[in-house]
């Protein structure tokens, strides 16, 4: 495993996107313990993007037009639909202090789809793992696998970290509601705009 492996995947992965932004807000509103189920949802999504890569199915994604559209358009609505939830305030992350078995494993299972519904992630395993797989190694399957199995334990501490770097200023925004309410809505916006994003987004960008 290259250092330039190492180096690449972390820049990758602490580059702000649906999954850090969901982990953050969880972090805000729910707090700590729930902020790694939302950075252990996230990691989990992308357990089939992964294995669509090694077994080809992303290239079948990525020539069907429909089977893209499809899943692009199922992750917009879903994006929008927690930017609705945010900015009413009573919506899937909300601010809650509860901590039952069915919260928790809401938070996990809205990380997962996320990234689940996210083509271009499956799209990107397939560019982007293949380049560091070496021409001569005797089992290509196996070490893109090890390869991704590392992506992925990166992005779960990296995404941990976030999630407990914002429970550092959550006491300052739960404590005055103005401040809860403005960050609501600054997530709301950021939802709906990767929403619109990933919507125009094509097979090749």
Partial sequence: MSTEFLLTSFVVVIMPGTGVLYTVATGLFLGRRASMFAAMGCTLGIVPSLLASITGLALLIHASALAFQVLKFAGVAYLLYLAWGM?????????????TEQRILAVVRRGFLINIL????????LAFLPQFVPVD?????GTMFVLGVVFMLMTLAVFIAYGFLATTVRTYVIESEEVSSFIQRVFAGSFAALGIRLAFASRES
Avoid at 118 to 125: C, E, M, Q, V
């Fill in 137 to 141: 190694a005797a089992d290509p399957t």
């Fill in 87 to 99: 900015l009413k305030g009573g919506g899937p992350l909300s601010l809650d202090e509860g901590r």
């Fill in 118 to 125: 996210n083509p271009k992630l499956t799209i990107f395993f």
